[in-house]
C-alpha cells in the first residue's frame, strides 16, 4: 500500500526505535493528518506513529562524492 501511494517519496526499513522511516509530502499540516488518519493508521500491524516536520531545506543531493572517497 506505502509503494503506490503518491504522497510517500521514500520508505526505509530502519534499526533503532522505529521499523520504517518514511519521508511524506503534503500540502499543509491538515493535508498532512488526514494522510495520517486516513492511510498510515489503517495499515495493519501500526501500533504507533511519531512525525518530524522539516521546517526548511538546507542541502539535498543525491550526488555520492567519489572523488573524495579515498581508494584501499
Not at 509530502?25 to 493508521?41: I, K, M, P
Request: charged residues 25%; glycine residues 2%; proline residues 3%.
Amino acid at each position: 500500500m506505502i509503494a503506490e501511494c503518491d504522497n510517500v517519496l521514500s520508505c526505509h526499513n530502519t534499526t533503532g526505535n522505529a521499523d520504517f522511516l518514511l519521508q511524506v509530502v503534503a500540502r499543509d499540516l491538515d493535508d498532512y493528518s488526514q494522510f495520517v488518519d486516513n492511510v498510515l493508521r489503517k495499515l495493519p500491524g501500526i501500533s504507533d506513529i511519531s512525525s518530524s516536520i522539516s521546517l526548511r531545506e538546507l542541502k539535498s543531493s543525491s550526488r555520492l562524492p567519489l572523488n573524495t572517497i579515498e581508494k584501499t
